[in-house]
């Protein structure tokens, strides 16, 4: 499809001193199955990813012990052909920090110096951090106290940075209802000004049952899984709305 798209995995993280943090959990599953299919049909991908996720090709190389091991060889076989057959089509960007302004940077940077055309930042970044502490809070402390600033939303600022692409915004919840999800979804299209939100339930991924539903300003919404292709299918349908966008 010889398009440029930007995918984000994984989760920020909020230090608390020279020792701890709060971080947000993601392993970086779905960021990397998603630029796996772009990659599958054509595309350059910019991959960002917290520290710690998951990142294409690599997320899918571990052995399984409890398999048959003829056919895991000829699986990772199968695996690292499609990894050449990509070459330099996969650009790597592990955040060095892994803290919300340091991913801010790193979007900013992409998205400023390449022509991307797709963006898909499903990275779980911080909404909060506290304060700082400077050195390690001893560990004898009997009692802490955390006091947490809002963050700034990145996904805000992606319309300043690169006011053509087509934006896709992710939103997890977790025990809600289909009808909840739509609505925030909705709610986040405005805020964000995205094209698309993805929506879904952490208790049904949990669950194996992932479900997405694919929410776009004043289009019906999509529904795909949960034994569908989700990252493919969500690909497939960004490649076809964004040659109708504008």
Not at 180 to 201: K, S
């Amino acid at each position: 499809m010889g398009m440029n798209i930007l995918v984000t995995g994984g989760g920020t993280i909020a230090p608390i001193d020279d020792v701890r943090q709060i971080t947000n959990m993601s392993t970086g599953r779905f960021a990397s199955a998603i630029s796996e299919a772009a990659l599958a049909r054509g595309a350059r991908v910019w991959h960002v990813y917290g520290k710690g996720a998951l990142v294409p090709y690599a997320s899918r190389a571990r052995f399984d012990l409890d398999a048959d091991p003829d056919a895991e060889i000829a699986r990772l076989r199968t695996l690292k052909a499609d990894r050449l057959a990509v070459g330099d089509r996969l650009h790597l960007f592990p955040l060095a920090e892994g803290t919300v302004p340091d991913y801010a940077r790193t979007v900013r940077s992409i998205l400023t110096r390449e022509p991307i055309d797709a963006v898909f930042l499903a990275m779980a970044v911080s909404d909060f951090a506290p304060e700082i502490n400077p050195g390690k809070i001893p560990s004898e402390t009997d009692e802490l106290v955390l006091r947490c600033k809002r963050l700034p939303k990145v996904i805000r600022s992606v319309r300043d940075w690169a006011p053509n692409v087509y934006l896709v915004g992710f939103k997890l919840l977790s025990g809600s209802t289909e009808a909840e999800l739509i609505e925030r979804a909705c709610d986040l299209n405005e805020q964000n000004h995205a094209d698309l939100t993805v929506a879904n339930d952490l208790r049904l991924l949990r669950q194996g049952r992932h479900t997405i539903h694919l929410v776009r300003p004043g289009k019906p919404v999509e529904t795909i899984g949960p034994d569908a292709d989700l990252a493919a299918e969500l690909v497939d349908r960004v490649v076809r709305w964004r040659g109708t966008h504008g």
